[in-house]
């Protein structure tokens, strides 16, 4: 959504759970429910509509920020390039998350590993040529920022039920202080099957699990 404040910074992340013996546990195998996560073209449509109706509130002198569905802030970058972008970085169907007394580690194929050393209140990696990353707790949320050259962050926040069954993952992408495109998806843990097993996300079956080898590309079992 477009907001019309500062967008979500460091201070959003600093901060331990409540209770040292209560951090929340994120280990385990989980996979995307598309039923209830969003989808991009539905969000971004919903959001441009926002941005239509707050631009003609501002032609009528109600609002204070005259912001057009095509407006780009300074670098060019506009709404439908931080959807896109956000699409891009949730193709994963399926996540995977290890965590100790003083780590979590959550592995996404095709991505970067997010790595948190939780026994700090806050971490900053080394700013580079590809920008910066810091990462915390929000009360019983993890929570990880990274900036990017081009002024684009990225902010993942996690939460996961109290029966572990449900993981939460909300993402905001954003560019400036006004510009930013929000996502949310849902994930439902699932036992790791043995290396003697392949699986495959399909449209029409969902999750097709087989003996490796035996999956052909539309998930039905070769012979």
């Given amino acids: 959504m477009l907001y019309a404040g500062t967008v979500l910074g460091q201070q959003d992340i600093v901060g331990l759970p409540p209770d040292p013996d209560a951090k929340p546990n994120f280990e385990g195998s ?17 959001t441009l509509a926002a941005i239509q109706r707050q631009y003609e509130r501002a032609a009528q002198g109600r609002s204070d920020l005259p912001i057009t569905v095509g407006q ?63 990462c915390g707790w929000a009360g019983n949320q993890l929570i990880f ?14 939460s996961v039920s109290d029966d572990r ?4 993952l909300q993402k905001r992408v954003s560019s400036g202080q006004y510009m930013a495109f929000d996502l949310e998806e849902f994930f439902t843990r699932y036992e790791t099957m043995n290396q003697d097993y392949e699986c495959m ?22 012979r």
């Fill in 165 to 168: 069954n449900d993981l939460n």
């Fill in 30 to 46: 989980w996979q995307k429910d598309y039923r209830r996560s969003d989808d991009v073209e539905q969000k971004l449509n919903l």
């Fill in 145 to 158: 920022r990274i900036n990017l050259p081009g002024d684009v962050s990225v902010l993942y926040r996690f």
């Fill in 72 to 134: 780009t802030n300074n670098r060019g970058t506009t709404i439908v390039d931080l959807a896109r972008f956000a699409e891009l970085i949730s193709r994963h169907n399926d996540i995977y998350i290890s965590q100790t007394d003083d780590e979590v580690r959550i592995r996404r194929d095709g991505e970067a590993d997010l790595v948190c050393h939780t026994e700090d209140q806050f971490i900053y990696s080394e700013s580079g040529e590809l920008g910066s990353e810091a």
């Fill in 201 to 222: 996300q399909t449209l029409t079956r969902g999750r097709v699990c087989s003996r490796a080898g035996n999956l052909d590309r539309d998930g039905s079992q070769g």
